[in-house]
């Protein structure tokens, strides 16, 4: 028979820059109805994301882990877009400034500092999680 095709082709961008591409088996997604795992032949996707991680099982089995502020998936005949208001890798990720900041916008009350503490949050949430990950091996 046919042998199914099992690789998604996967891509997260922000609105500045390709944060990532290339294929892989799953991505993991937080959207608001919880967790989402996509793998190929999946039906199609169209969902926003929450603030929080995106985790990209890479098809030469490394595991990508992506910061993500707002914006949507979308999956559609094994093509993956993650299209973020901002995105980053979690490699990419200064955890010691990440905390900084969360501990600074954590201090003060202000609608904005409050929006800056959840980003500074998901960061070092991001960048522990790739920590961990990478102890496990």
């Given at each position: 028979g046919a042998s199914a095709?099992?690789?998604?082709?996967?891509?997260?961008?922000s609105v500045d820059r390709n944060v990532w591409s290339g294929t892989a088996s799953m991505v993991v997604a937080k959207t608001p109805e919880g967790e989402i795992g996509i793998m190929a032949g999946h039906e199609p996707v169209l969902s926003l994301l929450v603030n929080g991680v995106v985790r990209v099982h890479a098809s030469d089995g490394t595991k990508v882990v992506v910061a993500v502020h707002g914006g949507f998936v979308a999956m559609d005949?094994?093509?993956?877009?993650?299209?973020?208001e901002a995105a980053e890798l979690a490699q990419d990720i200064?955890?010691?400034r990440a905390q900084a900041a969360l501990a600074k916008?954590?201090?003060?009350?202000?609608d904005e500092a409050r929006a800056a503490a959840l980003r500074a949050e998901t960061r070092v949430r991001a960048?522990?999680?790739?920590?961990a990950a990478g102890l496990q091996h």
């Open positions: 095709v099992s690789e998604l082709s996967v891509s997260v961008v005949s094994n093509q993956v877009r993650v299209l973020a200064d955890l010691g916008a954590q201090a003060d009350d202000s960048a522990t999680s790739i920590t």
